[in-house]
């Protein structure tokens, strides 16, 4: 049971336009999301974070936003830069008793490639 | 401040083995947990330690284990090692245990043959 979803495994943008990477969940406890980047061979790299009261967090290019009526979630990179170019997860904080916890539940990724 | 260590990057294990990762947390960090990354199954969670004792776990079978030094050094070991063992081993370490500020090691990478 795929409960966090990245339906899209690549995308590919020109440097400087938008990029949007979108993740769907399905369990409508969790209260927490966050964005992370990989390199290969590298561990994750927290890039943004949401709690489900917000509906949206900026943090310098990146924003992300949140709707939770639509258990959807999206990643705004603006401008796009070549260095952004790396596989993108969203993950979700599983809900514990006391509220979310660092159980992190991961999507499948997407590939951004920014074509210079 | 030093990040997230992992040791070792990189071992080769044979079927049927054990095998042992070690990780160091960010200073000051008390909860660490350990995802396995692998093609197929994506990044999923194995168990988290703070404070020494086992917080959450994932499902994954008995033969992996872990556990949680005083100084919040981690280990997690994988006993009786099977192919489908192969994959990045990675380790993160928080400040909370809320889901916020987990930050990721290198991760090390196991092939079981």
């Known amino acids: 049971d795929q409960q966090v979803k990245q339906n899209s495994p690549s995308l590919s943008v020109q440097e400087g336009r938008i990029s949007i990477l979108n993740c769907d969940y399905t369990n409508s406890m969790f209260d927490y999301f966050l964005w992370y980047k990989k390199y290969p061979a590298e561990g994750p790299t927290f890039l943004i974070s949401i709690s489900s009261i917000k509906d949206k967090n900026e943090d310098g290019r990146f924003t992300v936003f949140l709707n939770k009526s639509a258990k959807h979630l999206s990643l705004h990179i603006v401008p796009s830069q070549p260095g952004d170019s790396a596989v993108y997860f969203c993950?979700?904080?599983?809900?514990?008793?006391?509220?979310?916890?660092?159980?992190?539940?991961f999507g499948t990724g997407t590939l951004l490639a920014v074509q210079p | 401040k030093a990040g997230v260590t992992q040791t070792p990057r990189y071992l080769i294990k044979t079927r049927g083995q054990q095998v042992t990762l070690s990780c160091s947390p960010i200073?000051?960090?008390?909860?660490v947990s350990w995802y396995q990354q692998t093609p197929g199954q994506g990044l999923q969670f194995l168990f988290e330690y703070f404070s020494e004792t086992q917080r959450n776990k994932g499902n994954f079978p008995g033969r992996f284990s872990g556990r949680q030094f005083s100084n919040s050094r981690s280990e997690m070991n994988v006993s009786t090692l099977e192919l489908g063992d192969s994959a990045l081993y990675l380790c993160a370490s928080s400040a909370t245990t809320t889901g916020v500020g987990q930050y990721f090691g290198p991760g090390t990478r196991l092939t079981v043959t």
């Open positions: 200073s000051g960090h008390r909860s």
């Open positions: 993950a979700a904080s599983a809900p514990g008793y006391g509220g979310a916890t660092n159980k992190l539940i």
